[in-house]
């Protein structure tokens, strides 16, 4: 009969296993909102850098041509260097 009062009552156990999730689960929705306001400050940062490189592209078409050839010349080398030594061990 014990079991049958148990079935009726709710197990003490059960209850505190649904206490428990729902604070886990109130402290997930907690720390994803906390995410979400970083990762706002970051995109908000991102969009006002890209939006300045976009005005200085404009400003600048020749200058700004010459800088990304030279960076990738820079970066080609640098990765040709790299995959050289790693063919060559």
């Known amino acids: 009969m014990n079991g ?7 197990s003490p156990r059960l209850d505190v296993l649904k206490e428990q999730a729902g604070q886990l689960a109130g402290k997930a929705k907690e720390g994803i909102a906390r ?10 940062g991102a969009k006002e850098f890209l939006d300045s490189v976009g005005l200085y592209i404009k400003e600048n078409p020749q200058r700004s041509a010459i800088i990304a050839i030279l ?19």
Do not use: M, P, W
């Open 35 to 44: 995410l979400n306001e970083k990762t706002a400050v970051y995109q908000e």
């Open 4 to 10: 049958e009062q148990e079935k009726a009552s709710g």
């Open 71 to 89: 960076t990738g010349l820079g970066l080609g080398l640098i990765l040709g260097r790299l995959t050289k030594r790693s063919r060559d061990d």
